[in-house]
């Protein structure tokens, strides 16, 4: 039997000064040498970290009542429209939520940034007035300090592995996966790899709700199973899924966060999302856990799909590890395709580093998931009906 | 090595004759089509970089062209990246076949080559932070 410990004892270590956290490389760099045994002996923690876009995220905002008061029944921020169809003044604003005066070029994902930034934003709203609010219309500017309550509740976020995506056709395909170039010209993938949170707890054993993490720079929980929380995708020997699999909705206080990890894209021709940086600390509990966590770049494969067939069910064209993925060019049928991030690898390891720092300082204590993930079998497509 | 990159206009009745063949031939240059965009019975474009030991070479080159008829403009146009705003994903290094943006593989920060970028402005809308633009 080997050596186990309880999020009681890890927190104790921490409140006195003499836990011992590894980022996520770090610790598979030690298991490397030393053997898994010698980490689960002498690492209490590892963290782990992730920046890639994520589009299923959004802000709910409360702004407070104006006098007379109005019920907002429609809400627009800086031109983006935010769903009010809640209590008079709260409000959800969606990061893929385009700019009715700009288009492509800005959304909700900037309204977000932009707030996080301490930046003013043009508030408009209107109402149909009732008698316990009168009021039709308001135009005013806010910043994030005259809000009440506003904080990210992301729906699906920091998905457990993901597709690679070539495009076989002759033209170039502008997609949520980058600019796929013709003819197989080069392949995108979007996970850190070896220290992705979900890959590094492939069977959600320390990873649930109530679980707290490091979120867009500043402090969030695991708020329940994400949208399209998939567990039963196919999964390797090592029992890792080889491709998108489960997610987790997560939240947090947007005024503890900062722009370095929280960031608006645009993708040519698709739209806007929101860069997400999260990070999720695993406790080293038993050897299990160490067993997952130390798995390495080499060991961690994506299932890479052809983005140039235009329907749900895309062909699945052969499976690669992350080591092939970062080295810049992997082998497909014969062919040898380039390839390149969309997730920033280097925002990854300074989000694992801060979380280690924080758990390493005191100031971030380890909560055990109130409950589990679950494990149900796959996503149901729409269903069209006549 | 001197080298020179410039951007070639021909008008609409040069297009048809092989003319940056004598580049190589008389003037012993070598050319590199950076970009080219030529319909026959139309304006074309041609972006080359040339090379050859001596820069009088390039130059006599160069004029030969003029003479043809041929507008010669030096490449003016660069791509600047605003390094402070990357975040280091690496989506415009998917477009860059020059391999002038790459992401160093201990840091896996975003470097850029300019030496070896072609401005084919493929970057300026991958880049999902719009930090990367054309520069006149």
Redesign the interface.
Known sequence: MGITRSYQEINEKIKAGKVVVLTAEEVVAMAKDEGPEKVLEKVDVVTTGT???MCSSGAFLNFGHGDPPIKMAKVWLNDVPAYAGLAAVDAYLGATELSESRGL?YGGAHVIEDLVAGKKIKLKAIGFGTDCYPRTTIETWITINDLNQVYLFNPRNAYQNYCVAVNSTGRTY?TYM????PNY??A?YTTSGELSPLLCDPHYRTIGVGTRIFLGGGVGYVAWEGTQHNPAQRRDENGVPLTNAGTIAVIGDLRGMNRKYL?A????NYGT?L?VGLGIPIPLLDEEIVRTVVLCNEELKATVYDYGVQQRARPALGVVSYAEL?S?KIELNGKVI?T????????A?SIATELKEWIINGQFYLTEPVASLPWRDGVKPLREEV | MAKRRVVLTFPQELTERPITYHLVKDYDLAINILKAKITPGEEGKLVLELSNGSPEKIDEGLDFLEKQGVIVQPLSKEIVLEEEECIHCGACTAVCTSGALRLDPQTARLVFDREKCIVCELCVPACTMRVIKVMF
């Open positions: 920046f890639g876009a070029e502008h980058g600019t796929l170039l010209g080069n995108t960031r894209a645009i993708f040519h999302s860069y970062r810049g380039p390149a991030p969309l997730s920033s690898l280097e925002k390891r």
